[in-house]
Nanobody, 123 residues
Framework: QVQLMESGGGLAQPGGSLTLSCTATGFGSSYYAMAWFRQAPGKERERIACIASADDSTHYSDSVKGRFTMSRGNTKNTVYLQMSHLKPEDTGVYYC????????????????WGQGTQVTVSS
C-alpha cells in the first residue's frame, strides 16, 4: 500500500521561500511518477509540478515556472518542492501525488495522494 506524507507547509511573506517535502512508502521496486497539486481557495485543483520516473525530468505549470523547483532526494521515494518568490496567489493546500508510470513524460492522473499541507502567503 502506497502512502504519501507531506511536510513543510506554513506561512510565508510575499517574495519569500518555502520548501515542501514528500516521503512515500510502499513503492517497492516499481517506477512512480510524482507530482504536486495545488488547491487554491475558490479555484480548481491544479497540477503545478511533476517529475517523470524514467529520467527525473520535471515539468511545471505556467503559474509557477521559474519560481518553483521539484526534485527527488537520494532515494526515489522522496521529493521536494522548493518555492521561491512566493505570491499571495500561491496560497492553498498542496498535495503530493504518485502513480506507477514508467516514462519520460508525466501522466495526467495519479492514484495516490497525501493528506495535503497548507501554504499561506501573506504579509
Amino acid at each position: 500500500q502506497v502512502q504519501l506524507m507531506e511536510s513543510g507547509g506554513g506561512l510565508a511573506q510575499p517574495g519569500g521561500s518555502l520548501t515542501l517535502s514528500c516521503t512515500a512508502t510502499g513503492f517497492g521496486s516499481s517506477y512512480y511518477a510524482m507530482a504536486w497539486f495545488r488547491q487554491a481557495p475558490g479555484k480548481e485543483r491544479e497540477r503545478i509540478a511533476c517529475i517523470a520516473s524514467a529520467d527525473d525530468s520535471t515539468h511545471y505549470s505556467d503559474s509557477v515556472k521559474g519560481r518553483f523547483t521539484m526534485s527527488r532526494g537520494n532515494t526515489k521515494n522522496t521529493v521536494y518542492l522548493q518555492m521561491s518568490h512566493l505570491k499571495p496567489e500561491d496560497t492553498g493546500v498542496y498535495y503530493c501525488t504518485a502513480t506507477m508510470f514508467y516514462s519520460v513524460a508525466c501522466p495526467r492522473d495519479y492514484d495516490y495522494w497525501g493528506q495535503g499541507t497548507q501554504v499561506t502567503v501573506s504579509s
